[in-house]
């Protein structure tokens, strides 16, 4: 989805989620919606006291006030809220933290499998001409617009089958983040007072991400558009207003025309991996300079393209790629790294490019989550800094891992790997 929580889980920045990602080898790859906190078009004014201990039913009354204040017609809000209470599997979904996760590689295998580039290149032919159409408004690559579909909903096939309403309420009520959640549901109730959909057909993912393209409430009344032109904006039904919809959210999201996402590099054998940092930006001039090299060269004209940056997904051992600005756009609409990753090259896919040239590390076991907040804890015990011990490994986990790996003598591409563990928990 757009990015809204996790961009917003979608608007959703970079390597610290590489390790986090999970999927199904022919699933839709579920963003949480286009997440990255998104204000809705029309701002309601938030709840300062907590309502935790109020009994569902009261916090729905004094919530069912602000909404009728807000303008939401009373029995819309009767009619969204008929029979809804609490659903214990959504705030299972928001609090689980699993032990272990997929590495990148597993995850791209089913985000850009055989299959889902066959199908989506049969869908760029079947909707030709309302590609066209998007493209000439928009400005975004129909292929690119393809491969959001696919991974979103797996081409529209898996939308979720959730009431969106029960799960925003039950999240509003009492998930972790209460007044974000309460945002998205309020936003939600806007979306049927303007008449798109009925609350009858609001299905979407657990934590409210919705139709073809996943948006979640807030980032739908901001972007989603009717391209269709029958007065509604249908995420669920049309695939002209989700594909549009996906395509005017990456164009406010700095999308350039013409410009790739990014492509496969090769790096000299004395390459500084420490330069593999999201947040170190040079000119295609200067990384040609320091020996990097393009593998599949891409067919767009890259010569303007500026501010790239450099990607070891698996570390020094796997895959390198250089990134440009719509991969950052990518990022806005799901902010992980992995996720932009399989748009990017599912999209190279659909226009008949070979994949990736280089092999990925696959003896290697990746580091489950108490082992990571081991790492960190190790790192922080040889004063390097790395956050919170909170199993997420992010920039400053990946420049303390870095600042040992160069103290070691060994690659500093600020991958955390077993045997950089084991090295810590050996005293220096």
């Known amino acids: 989805m757009p990015n809204l929580l996790l961009r917003s889980l ?7 989620l590489l390790l986090l990602l999970t999927a199904c080898a022919e699933a839709p790859a ?26 569902f039913a009261d916090w729905r009354a004094l919530l069912r006030s602000d909404a009728i204040a807000a303008g939401i017609d009373p029995e819309l809000f009767d009619r969204a ?7 214990p599997d959504v705030l299972l979904a928001d609090s ?54 696919g991974l979103e909903s797996n081409f529209g096939s898996n939308i979720g089958n959730h009431n969106v309403i029960r799960s925003l309420a039950t999240l509003a009520y009492e998930g972790r983040r209460q007044v974000f959640w309460r945002s998205q549901l309020l936003a939600v109730l806007q979306i049927l007072q303007h008449g798109d959909i009925t609350p009858e057909r609001l299905l979407g993912s ?32 049309s695939s002209a207003d989700a594909l549009a919809s996906a395509a005017h959210y990456l ?28 947040e170190l930006r040079r000119s295609l001039a200067e990384w040609v300079a320091l020996g990097v090299a393009p593998l599949n060269p891409p067919a767009q004209d890259v010569a303007a393209a500026t501010g790239a940056t450099l990607l070891l997904p698996a570390g020094h051992r796997g895959p390198a790629f250089l990134l440009l600005s719509n991969f950052r756009s ?15 090259l599912l999209s190279d ?50 420049k303390a891992v870095r600042a040992f790996q160069l103290h070691l003598g060994w690659p500093a591409d600020g991958y955390p790997t077993q045997e950089l563990l084991v090295r810590l928990r050996t005293p220096l």
């Open 330 to 344: 990518i990022l806005k609409y799901n902010n992980s790294t992995a996720y932009a990753l399989a748009i990017g």
């Open 206 to 237: 657990w934590a409210g991400a919705m139709g073809q393209t996943q948006f979640m409430p807030t980032t739908y009344n901001e972007h989603a558009v009717d391209f269709d032109g029958d007065g509604r904006r249908d995420l669920w039904g």
């Open 349 to 398: 896919g659909l226009r008949g490019g070979a994949g990736i040239r280089a092999a990925w590390p696959r003896e290697e076991r990746q580091l489950g989550r108490s082992e990571r907040i081991e790492l960190q804890q190790l790192l922080a015990q040889n004063g390097l800094e790395p956050g919170p011990a909170d199993g997420i490994i992010g920039a400053n986990t990946r």
């Open 81 to 87: 809220f008929a029979g809804v209470s609490p659903n």
């Open 10 to 16: 979608s608007h959703i920045t970079s390597a610290c």
């Open 96 to 149: 689980s933290q699993p032990e272990f996760t997929r590495p990148v590689w597993e995850y791209l295998d089913g985000a850009v499998s055989p299959l889902r580039i066959s199908r989506g290149q049969s869908l760029l032919l079947q909707h030709g001409n309302t590609l066209a159409r998007i493209e000439q408004r928009y400005g975004v690559d129909r292929e690119t617009l393809v491969a959001v579909w």
């Open 30 to 55: 579920q963003s949480l919606a286009t997440v990255a906190d998104h204000p809705s078009s029309t701002p309601i004014k938030q709840p300062i006291a907590a309502r935790a201990k109020l009994s």
């Open 251 to 278: 164009q406010a999201s700095g999308w350039q025309q013409g410009q790739p996402w990014g492509f496969e590099v090769r790096l000299p054998q004395t390459f500084d991996y420490s330069l593999a940092d999201p």
